[in-house]
């Protein structure tokens, strides 16, 4: 049976419509259109706030039509309800189908009502619940082989009274649309694949177990019934295997072409054909790129499909040999056929690449294990020259696999199925082949990876009732313990007389869709004069039954049941009075606030378009230091890892090379310039642990990171730059090596809509409306980062603890001296600007550079003169400054870390072993009290500053407090003569007669300070009034 989708819009209620009837009122009603289909709702009787809770159905037509149509929405006054002149029309609401979400993840959202025109009037918002739902359709009976004369009848063969197209347009509708993570980050799919036809009556679908293409028994059903396949030449039983496999015999061999391309050619005899099938895997590539930044690796693709007629009752296995690489198959599984599936990958680039592939079939039953070929029967072989082997290049179609006839052995009729061509790593086959650079190991393999869906669950403790314990109330104090999973939050203790409680507290947590932990528990723990903790009560919350919002407005709240939860039978013990609901309108920040790479909400119906794709091509490495030592040699294994947004990469891991080059080439989609891309690069022990290897479970080593914002990209540019991979240890600063990058960031939308982009809010409207400390956003961002982990931990292969902590910078909140440091000397930095303004000032009015000086003479008389040059001109030298800069900007590399910033190079051993120290501290006492001594030091100068800064702003203020009377008589003295002064002489004057005073020549200044300055030194401040 199909899924046919439909569109629910559940059209809830209005808010502040605008009267129209002349009489202070509306009658509002709601036209809605989608992919041609018009619903209407019922018209609300004079009424400004309608409520309609109407539910209306679209039918979704097509999967690949759905994400770019619109749905309109119009609110109208109905005039035959209230008669008038005027416009009926209040509003509208345009919403595009890429904001809709799946039943079950709606939310109430209350969109403001837009004008149709200019000149329209609007005001108010309408609130709407739209979500997708899918519906069994029923299918027509199928028709029977000889059906009676009664059973057949043209009303069982119609289709639904609701399906008012026919069967064709009905799978079509039926085809879901892609999952959310294959519609915001994956590619169209392939030309070469199209979509299957929709199944006839008739058809009879393949076993799962033994999948028979179509095509296959089209034809050649003779070979699939019998198992005889057409005569060939057969080699002398008498031939030794190996010289049966190198042999060539001259013969007639069919070509046979598939998509222009031909197919490879057996040098040791003449093939034989049977049968063609396309080709398609049932594992889906790999982001399917260009492949346009990176340089092209050859590879010789192997894939065997099956082979039958084989002499054999076991499970035999294939072995290949190319390019000095000997490779052995799993074992086949016995099917109608003996069936492998198994695809080869063999470096063409390599030096030792040999002209000759040979695959050769051979039967293990009296092997003691699968890798030792002494003890396996010999079945048969094949020989091909690689130079007659066809080159294939997306988005050429794969190339159909082919029956070949074996050679030698014991398979005298036995037939290989198997096909070989010669690709690049953009081939679909090549992310899940066994590759040569990566030893075989499955978890070394090319693999996308999507972070969960992350949600904030505020939880709000109003009050309980109805406490019963043993003990007098007033002798014990309540608080409520929530838990969610490993989260854990407590509210205030509270004490009670009555059996009532009051918190009125929020409490947030994270949960990750989709949940793994069902419940959200609340406890009621009494808290004794014993220092007793008792469990009062408990209740437990489906997180199903949470609502969701996306905005701030009021849940309604519920009362729960508190039980005994030692007791075997329901006991009330009272009810707890809470508010819960999801959060969707906040971005849940797993990463850094100042290098975040998405700053989207949670709740998709407020995610606007992207602006652009990002593309990062992952050339290589060079000079890396070898991170471990096996059998006394230098070895690393390396493997490079991406994060953007909410999608992860990780690239294949290249076995024992200090120069891996893995050239592949990945996408995502960009919803905002300020964010970063961060790479990281990882030595792994995985390779070890598949080979059977007796080492210990070690952790993946860090060899460096790339961080690289998108804002400081040129659209359409490709930068291809080398970044140096740099390691701080508690050992200090080493050179891993360096990687090779290529980027390119090209923009999708409108150059006005990508510009108007930088004046919006960084952060999603809810973290300003309602915003959360900084202290608890820590503490939640911890929590993310470990379930962030945990997801990415389950995947296969798995993305390990370490190297997510690594790429989310989970430890970079810890104290270091070094960064404290660091932080001083870019204040410094950003002030010297103004350092230096002062300065030149200094420089002008102390008569240096005489010409100069009387530049800024006439400068001082025109502004003064004519005050309204003032902004302009101040306007015009920052523009001077800013296109006198551009010439030094970088045009060709890309900014990467700076161990000068970072004050890297010169640092000390200890402060790094404090940087680098767990919390709690776990070094020796001594060691702790020398660092907590300099921290006291350092404390002792910040309170310097802070107090000269508040003995400062005191001196401000004595100056009309009265705190020294003569000092506060002269200032106010001489305020009311300036005023007298101002209110006669023209402001001109006094100004030119200021500057030109103060710009005096050097001869008319005395050294001494100004009594300006020495009056206001003299004021008195707090600071002698301190203990």
Not at 470 to 493: A, D, H, M, N, Y
Not at 510 to 529: K, V
Request: aromatic share 10%; net charge neutral.
């Amino acid at each position: 049976m199909a899924d046919v989708r439909k569109l629910v819009v559940e059209v809830v209620d209005a808010r502040n419509l605008l009267p129209k009837d002349g009489h202070g009122a509306s009658s509002p009603y709601v036209v809605l259109d989608f992919h041609g289909q018009r619903r209407k709702t019922r018209a609300m009787i004079r009424d400004l706030n309608p409520v309609w809770n109407e539910t209306l159905e679209f039918n979704v037509v097509k999967a690949s039509e759905v994400f770019g149509d619109m749905l309109e929405l119009d609110v109208f006054h109905d005039r035959i309800l209230g008669p008038t002149t005027r416009n009926n029309f209040l509003g509208r609401v345009k919403l595009s189908s890429r904001q809709f979400v799946k039943k079950g993840e709606e939310a109430l959202i209350y969109y403001p009502l837009e004008k149709k025109n200019w000149f329209s009037w609007i005001q108010g918002e309408i609130g709407l619940r739209i979500y997708f739902v899918d519906e069994i359709a029923t299918p027509p009976p199928p028709a029977a082989p000889t059906p009676p004369p009664e059973e057949v009848k043209p009303d069982q063969t119609s289709a639904t009274p609701d399906d008012k197209s026919p069967p064709a347009e009905t799978d079509a509708v039926a085809a879901p649309p892609p999952s959310e993570a294959e519609t915001t980050e994956s590619p169209p799919a392939p030309p070469s694949e199209p979509p299957p036809a929709p199944p006839t009556e008739s058809a009879v679908p393949p076993s799962p177990e033994n999948p028979i293409p179509q095509a296959e028994n089209r034809a050649s059903p003779e070979d699939i019934n019998s198992g005889d396949p057409p005569p060939q030449p057969t080699p002398p039983v008498d031939q030794h295997p190996d010289q049966a496999m190198a042999s060539v015999e001259p013969g007639f061999v069919p070509q046979v072409r598939v998509n222009n391309i031909n197919a490879p050619q057996p040098i040791t005899r003449a093939s034989s054909v049977g049968s063609f099938i396309s080709d398609r895997s049932d594992t889906p590539s790999l982001e399917r790129s260009s492949f346009d930044l990176v340089e092209k690796m050859h590879y010789l693709f192997v894939r065997v499909v099956k082979a039958r007629s084989l002499p054999t009752t076991g499970r035999p296995v294939v072995k290949i040999t190319a390019s000095g690489c000997h490779v052995i198959s799993k074992p086949a599984r016995k099917t109608n056929f003996y069936d492998w599936d198994q695809t080869f990958a063999f470096n063409r680039d390599a030096p030792d690449s040999s002209t000759i592939l040979e695959i050769s079939v051979w039967d293990p039953l009296n092997a003691t294990s699968s890798n030792d070929m002494a003890g396996h029967d010999f079945l048969g072989g094949l020989c091909f020259d690689v130079g007659e082997i066809p080159l294939r290049d997306p988005p050429d179609s794969s190339l159909a696999p082919q029956w070949y006839r074996l050679e030698g052995g014991g398979a005298h009729r036995g037939d290989l199925m198997l096909a070989t061509w010669i690709g690049t790593q953009a081939d679909e086959s090549f992310p899940d082949a066994w590759k040569t650079d990566t030893a075989g190991n499955p978890s070394s393999r090319s693999k996308v990876y999507q972070s969960p869906k992350l949600w904030y669950l505020r939880s709000s403790v109003i009050e309980a009732q109805n406490i019963e314990t043993i003990i007098p109330l007033k002798e014990s104090s309540f608080q409520i313990k929530v838990q969610l999973g490993f989260q854990v939050q407590k509210t205030r203790s509270m004490i009670s007389s009555n059996g009532t409680l009051t918190w009125n507290e929020d409490l947030i947590f994270i949960a990750a869709e989709p949940f793994t932990e069902n419940n959200l528990t609340f406890l009621l723990i009494e808290s004794r004069q014993s220092k007793q903790h008792v469990i009062v009560g408990a209740a437990s919350v489906p997180l199903a039954s949470i609502e969701r919002r996306v905005d701030d407005r009021n849940v309604a709240s519920r009362w729960f049941t508190l039980e005994d939860p030692t007791a075997e039978k329901r006991v009330y013990k009272g009810r707890v009075h809470l508010r819960l609901c999801f959060d969707g309108g906040y971005h849940v920040m797993d990463e850094g606030a100042h290098f975040c790479s998405d700053y989207r909400p949670t709740a998709r119906q407020l995610w606007k378009p992207p602006i652009g794709t990002l593309e990062l091509g992952i050339i290589g490495c060079k000079n890396l230091l070898p991170m471990k030592s096996i059998n006394g040699k230098g070895s690393t294994d390396a493997y490079a890892v991406a994060k953007y947004g909410n999608k992860w990469i990780r690239t294949r891991t290249i076995t024992d090379s200090l120069d891996p080059k893995w050239n592949e080439q990945y996408t995502w989609r960009v919803y905002d310039p300020s964010t970063v891309l961060t790479l990281g690069v990882f030595d792994g022990w995985e390779v070890f642990g598949s080979n059977g290897f007796e080492e210990p479970a070690r952790t993946d080593s860090r060899v460096g990171k790339v961080r690289i914002r998108v804002s400081t990209l040129a659209i359409g540019k490709v930068y291809r730059s080398i970044f140096p991979l740099f390691l701080l240890s508690p050992f200090g600063l080493k050179k891993m090596g360096e990687i090779e990058l290529a980027v390119r960031f090209a923009r999708l939308a409108p150059t006005l809509d990508f510009l108007h982009v930088y004046s919006q809010p960084l952060l999603p409207m809810m973290h300003h409306l309602k915003p959360i400390g900084m202290v608890q956003q820590d503490v939640l961002r911890t929590s993310a980062v470990k379930i962030v982990s945990a997801h990415l931990l389950r995947s296969e292969p798995p993305l390990r603890h370490e190297v997510v902590t690594y790429m989310l910078d989970a430890d970079s909140h810890m104290f270091s001296m070094r960064k404290v440091r660091a932080n001083w000397l870019r204040i410094i930095n950003v002030i010297a600007g103004v350092i230096d303004v002062f300065r030149w000032i200094d420089d002008t009015r102390s008569w240096k550079n005489s010409t100069g000086t009387l530049l800024v003479h006439a400068l001082f008389v025109m502004l003064v003169w004519f005050p309204d040059l003032i902004v302009p001109t101040l306007a015009f030298y920052v523009f001077v400054i800013g296109a006198w800069n551009y010439r030094f900007h970088s045009k060709a590399s890309l900014p990467h870390f700076d161990t000068k910033i970072s004050l890297t190079e010169s640092i000390d051993r200890d402060e790094l072993d404090e940087e680098f120290d767990a919390m709690p501290c776990m070094r020796p006492e001594e060691m702790v009290r020398v660092r907590y001594d300099k921290l006291r030091m350092l404390g002792a100068r910040v309170q310097t500053v802070l107090g000269d800064l508040a003995t400062q702003g005191e001196r401000v203020q004595a100056l009309v407090t009265w705190r020294d009377p003569r000092a506060t008589g002269i200032f106010v003295g001489l305020c009311f003569i300036v005023a007298f002064i101002l209110y006669l002489v023209p402001s001109k004057m006094v100004a030119m007669a200021f500057g030109f005073y103060y710009l005096r020549h050097p001869i008319f200044r005395d050294r001494m300070p100004s009594p300006a300055l020495n009056f206001f030194r003299r004021l008195p401040s707090l600071v002698d009034r301190m203990l």
